[in-house]
């Protein structure tokens, strides 16, 4: 496989020909959204502290939830357990977890390139879900660098979500898995 034996993600900013025959399944047609630098983040829910995974235990600890609780249905949980924190090291990325009364409920990653902090890999709990806690943890990602914009490709159930946190919709992205 082209990716190397890994999963990997196709996106363009504009329409693609059918790439299912390419091995490719097509994921939708996710909002780019954009949010300036600077703001006030959200108030935490009571008892949701928002961490910084550091160690190697956290690392397989936010792979695990964020397979548990992405909302692409399809998607092999065990392709997120594939990752080490090498390979997110070798990234750049930074991932943080929310813990709800200890227990982790919520991921997203950021890495900063371009001028920018790319929000990736948000998940939350669908039991916690609507109470504020995905923003939490997005907040934090999205201000990995305070002074930089941040930038990600929504789900549409998440883009309420990201428009409370500033984000504005740019435009529409194709999105394909592949090596899944």
Do not use: K
């Not at 949010?35 to 190697?56: K, Q």
């Not at 609780?69 to 997120?80: H, K, N, T």
């Not at 660098?145 to 504005?168: N, T």
Request: hydrophobic fraction near 40%.
């Amino acid at each position: 496989a082209a990716s190397g034996g890994m999963p990997y993600v196709v996106w363009s900013p504009f329409p693609t020909p059918d790439m299912a025959s390419r091995g490719l399944r097509l994921c939708g047609h996710p909002p780019f959204m954009y949010r300036a630098a600077g703001g006030e983040g959200p108030s935490l829910p009571e008892g949701l502290e928002v961490v910084e995974v550091s160690d190697d235990a956290g690392h397989a600890d936010f792979w695990r939830a964020c397979g548990e609780f992405f909302p692409f249905d399809g998607i092999d949980l065990e392709v997120f357990a594939s990752y080490s924190d090498t390979r997110v090291d070798d990234f750049g990325w930074r991932l943080w977890v929310g813990r709800l009364d200890g227990e982790i409920v919520s991921t997203a990653t950021s890495y900063t390139d371009s001028g920018t902090n790319q929000v990736e890999m948000v998940s939350t709990s669908p039991q916690v879900r609507g109470r504020g806690i995905g923003a939490a943890v997005t907040w934090a990602a999205s201000t990995a660098d305070p002074d930089l914009p941040a930038v990600l490709v929504s789900s549409d159930m998440g883009r309420g979500v990201y428009e409370r946190l500033g984000y504005v919709s740019l435009s529409r992205w194709t999105l394909w898995y592949g090596g899944l």
